[in-house]
């Protein structure tokens, strides 16, 4: 039954005092991916040694400098991988890898087996400190679950100094943080820490994890600060948070809690982890890039990431993911399509210092995305979407007034087929409606004499020859035909520019008429602007489906 009655609002800290609504980021946390332990954790199909040491490589490469590489106490997988890293020298010297333990003796004994070797590192040791859990799960008091956690700092600390040549960082989780009493959470940690001395100059580490998103993002924050104020070793401490999206928060939920005070975030590529999944590390950290800031990882070949990622986790990457997905820099919708195409121009025309273009919040090709990608066609697409696409790949740059008939044909086709219409199909549809000209309509070739600013001409048709007169060419061609057909002929539009320089130059030649008073279209290319305008002006007319037999 669907009945809200069931639960009950979260019941946020007191902290009338917040400082952090009035902060601002200005810097990227410490990162520290947790993709090969967290992530693993929640696949149908846990990765392979190979498919880890894949991801690791990724990772490495995308410049982080922490990676939480398993759980190697509780699976040979995990243990074997760990081994694989440290044996064959695979972990660079300024990246620290971090593995993960419960907070029980031989569990943390067969972790240190595992890391037997490794130059530096970080054990992170956790248990679970919630209401929930000390009562339901453990049945346990306050101060047996902190004894537990005290507990497994000693025994993290004895096993340490039987490896006295590796540097090792220490890293406490209260699980399920958001769910504990914070003033409880502090004192439990506060132990932890004292029990590792905290003045000795190791790097310790206390990671709040959002184990199951509780609350809105800025409740989670207002934790996050009552933390950092009461914590008695805050400076000797890197504060570090582990958010999940259990709301769909947690990207929000980690960037408030940096804005309350923390210091490091850990999260995967894409967000995937247990149920809807943990922090997005690329979401965030192109939150920051976006916003002017250097997120310290690189996320600019986006192709090779989520093929790396999908290969891995065997979970494709969504198409409306964040910065990511497949479609989010693309545009259909006509309004949007024709802001951009017109923003960009601007950009490039004024050249602009920073990015400011209309439906793009960064440059596409910043992350190996190219513009093909920012405006398809289908159905709901407009006119200046489709000119764009021409002039994108095409180099054909077409009058605003021609954009319209153009895009009613694409349109007509999209319609027709149900589909989207590729760039191929879109330069088909205009060679075919507005280039295409039968051969009995080619201009072969035409005499110009002008007199005191009169034209007479003479028109070679394939066979035939037309005779016309008019203050210039074009008008001397509607003459001709005008008389041969016995019609109306009324230039509506007409266009013409260069499409090239040099010796070998062209002319593009578009435009608009009224035939007997109906409006027909057409572009031609020619050698010169003269021989363009005439043959867009032959190519309309074809499209009256007159032949060039029937001249009177």
């Not at 790097?203 to 009461?230: K, W």
């Not at 048709?461 to 008019?470: D, L, P, T």
């Not at 035939?515 to 074809?542: C, K, R």
């Amino acid at each position: 039954m669907f009945d809200h009655r069931k639960y009950k609002a979260f019941e946020p800290i007191r902290l009338t005092d917040r400082t952090w609504p009035d902060n601002t980021l200005t810097q990227a946390p410490d990162w520290c991916s947790v993709d090969l332990r967290d992530g693993n954790q929640a696949l149908v199909n846990p990765m392979s040694v190979e498919q880890k040491t894949r991801l690791f490589d990724l990772l490495v490469k995308l410049g982080f400098k922490e990676i939480e590489v398993g759980f190697p106490s509780a699976s040979k997988p995990d243990f074997d991988f760990v081994r694989k890293l440290v044996d064959e020298q695979r972990i660079p010297e300024d990246v620290t890898i971090q593995v993960l333990t419960q907070a029980r003796e031989e569990l943390i004994k067969r972790t240190y087996e595992a890391m037997t070797g490794v130059k530096k590192a970080v054990i992170h040791v956790y248990n679970s400190t919630s209401t929930v859990q000390r009562e339901q799960v453990f049945g346990q008091s306050r101060e047996g679950i902190k004894a537990i956690a005290v507990q497994g700092a000693k025994w993290v600390q004895q096993y340490a100094q039987q490896h006295p040549d590796t540097e090792w960082a220490f890293q406490y989780s209260p699980e399920s943080f958001s769910g504990t009493e914070m003033d409880y959470a502090i004192e439990v940690c506060d132990a932890v820490i004292e029990q590792w001395q905290p003045d000795s100059g190791r790097d310790i580490i206390i990671n709040l994890p959002a184990t199951v998103e509780m609350s809105t993002p800025n409740g989670f924050a207002d934790q996050v600060e009552y933390f950092c104020r009461h914590l008695v070793n805050r400076r000797y401490v890197r504060v570090s948070l582990h958010t999940h999206n259990d709301r769909g928060c947690a990207v929000a939920a980690a960037e408030l809690g940096v804005l309350a005070g923390a210091d490091r975030v850990e999260g995967t590529l894409m967000g995937n982890g247990e149920r809807t999944g943990n922090m997005d590390v690329i979401t965030m950290g192109m939150n920051l890039y976006s916003q002017g800031i250097d997120p310290k990882l690189d996320f600019s070949n986006i192709v090779e990431i989520n093929k790396v990622v999908e290969s891995c986790t065997e979970i494709p990457v969504g198409v409306r993911h964040p910065w990511a997905g497949e479609l989010v820099y693309t545009a259909f919708s006509g309004s949007h399509q024709d802001a951009i195409r017109k923003s960009v121009n601007y950009h490039t025309e004024h050249n602009q210092q920073h990015w400011d273009v209309a439906y793009l919040p960064i440059d596409p090709r910043d992350i190996g995305r190219e513009y093909e990608e920012v405006v398809r066609i289908n159905s709901q697409s407009g006119k200046g979407g489709v000119a764009l696409v021409l002039e994108r790949d095409y180099a054909i740059n077409l009058p605003k007034w021609l954009h319209f008939p153009l895009s009613r044909v694409v349109q007509g086709a999209a319609e027709q087929s149900g589909i989207e219409v590729s760039s191929t199909n879109i330069k088909r549809l205009f060679d075919e409606h507005f280039i295409a000209v039968p051969t009995t309509w080619q201009l072969d070739d035409y005499d110009l004499h002008t007199e005191a600013h009169h034209v007479n001409a003479r028109f070679y048709i394939g066979e035939h020859q037309f005779n016309g007169e008019g203050a210039g060419a074009l008008e001397a061609l509607c003459s001709a035909l005008t008389q041969a057909f016995n019609c109306t002929i009324e230039v509506i539009q007409f266009d013409q520019h260069a499409i090239s320089g040099g010796t070998a130059a062209q002319a593009q030649a578009s435009i608009a008429v009224q035939i007997n008073g109906e409006a027909y279209y057409a572009v031609a290319v020619a050698g010169d602007t003269s021989a363009a305008t005439l043959q867009a002006m032959l190519t309309a007319f074809s499209r009256t489906g007159l032949e060039v037999v029937q001249a009177a």
